[in-house]
């Protein structure tokens, strides 16, 4: 029964949970569990060493990285609508969007690591965070190769950074995208448009011609009020 006990989910990511505050809370990093998942904030200048620990040590043995991805923290936590109160009828669910918050220049971005233990069944999120100056971090290509194109997906979204990868391009936006769109002050419309050319012949690229507004939810009244004046009085009559 103990061996059993000791096997389920929870005892493993408790006992991971335990290693990790074992081994690098000395060092000022944290250890955070929440909703059953295990996540370990890393200095940025310690990224390469950890990453390093966490698949040679045979207490971590995390041979597998799942995935990569970015994070913007501009205007997080930011209510851009109505989303509590809002009134039945009318149109007031639709608010300004308000204006994008400075973010903590040090921590506006963040890279973000998942790896699995094939050896222990346990997983692990790694977070390291990122100034905006130059959100730059060392490449764990040589370690994980999977990490090849999951670094070219958040340099091309995020302009995060990977030093030392071998291909750093753009993988999902074209050649000659300007900007990061899943940055939070990317503009929903984008910088450019493109459409194809008749007399050219190709395809052009030109500055985006779309004016920005705040989209209103769409209210149905059950009331006829939305109905035309005619069909109104069409109702009133067969009433």
């Not at 059993?4 to 944290?30: C, D, I, Q």
């Amino acid at each position: 029964m103990s061996n059993n006990v000791a096997n389920t989910p929870e005892a493993r990511l408790e006992s991971l949970a335990s290693s990790l505050k074992e081994h690098f809370s000395a060092e000022g990093y944290e250890v955070i569990e929440h909703l059953s998942e295990v996540t370990l904030v890393v200095p940025r200048d310690q990224f390469r060493t950890v990453m390093q620990l966490l698949k040679s040590t045979p207490q971590f043995s995390f041979e597998e990285m799942i995935d990569i991805c970015g994070i913007d923290y501009l205007s997080y936590g930011q209510e851009e609508w109505q989303t509590k109160g809002a009134p039945n009828s009318g149109y007031g669910r639709g608010v300004e969007s308000p204006a994008a918050a400075d973010a903590d220049a040090e921590n506006r971005f963040a890279s973000v690591y998942h790896l699995l233990s094939i050896t222990n069944n346990v997983r692990l999120r790694v977070r390291v965070m990122l100034n905006t100056a130059c959100p730059e971090i060392d490449s764990v290509n040589d370690l994980w190769p999977a990490s090849n194109w999951f670094e070219r997906e958040a340099f091309d979204l995020y302009g995060i950074l990977y030093s030392g990868h071998p291909d750093l391009r753009r993988i999902l936006t074209d050649y000659g995208f300007i900007g990061h769109p899943f940055r939070k002050d990317f503009p929903l419309e984008g910088y450019v448009e493109m459409r194809y050319d008749e007399e050219k012949k190709r395809v052009i690229y030109e500055p985006v011609d779309i004016e920005p507004r705040t989209l209103v939810p769409k209210v149905i009244r059950n009331d006829g009020s939305q109905l035309p004046d005619n069909q109104d009085k069409q109702d009133s009559a067969d009433a």
